[in-house]
């Protein structure tokens, strides 16, 4: 695991910081979100820092994540009635915690356009 030095989440990461975890592997971690924007409002991060998407330079922990963001919606029973990810890069993005992390929402109908 590569951590940055003040990260919030490499420290949610480490476990230095509580959270309510609800999937972990050796890669991954999601927890509930702390202002949650829907009934299920989760956030999945890579143990590993990557500041943003665009940071993330390995193909393989990529098509993971999209794994570890399925198993965590089965184990939400998200997968069912769906849920919407969410990844927000840089300023525009409206990306607030710079160690990347997917949103994913469910346990209500969501809305369009998103954003
Ligand atoms: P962003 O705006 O960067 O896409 O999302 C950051 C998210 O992290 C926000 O939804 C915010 O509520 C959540 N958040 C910020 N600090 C904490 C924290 O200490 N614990 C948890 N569980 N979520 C946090
Ligand atoms: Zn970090």
Redesign the pocket.
């Known amino acids: 695991m590569t951590a940055a030095n003040d990260c919030?989440?490499c420290k949610?990461a480490a476990r230095t910081?509580a959270?309510?975890a609800v999937f972990e592997d050796d890669e991954f971690l999601a927890?509930?979100?702390?202002?949650?924007?829907a009934p299920v409002?989760i956030?999945l991060i890579p143990k590993r820092h990557y500041a943003t998407v665009m940071d993330m330079d390995d193909r393989a922990i990529m098509g993971r994540a999209l794994e570890a963001v399925q198993q965590t919606a089965i184990k939400l029973g998200l997968d069912e009635e769906g849920f919407r990810t969410?990844?927000?890069c840089r300023d525009n993005?409206?990306?607030?915690?710079?160690h990347v992390?997917f949103?994913i929402l469910g346990g209500r109908f969501m809305q369009r356009p998103p954003g």
């Open positions: 919030l989440f949610i910081i959270v309510d927890f509930r979100d702390l202002n949650p924007q409002h956030l969410v990844l927000n993005g409206g990306q607030t915690v710079y992390h949103h």
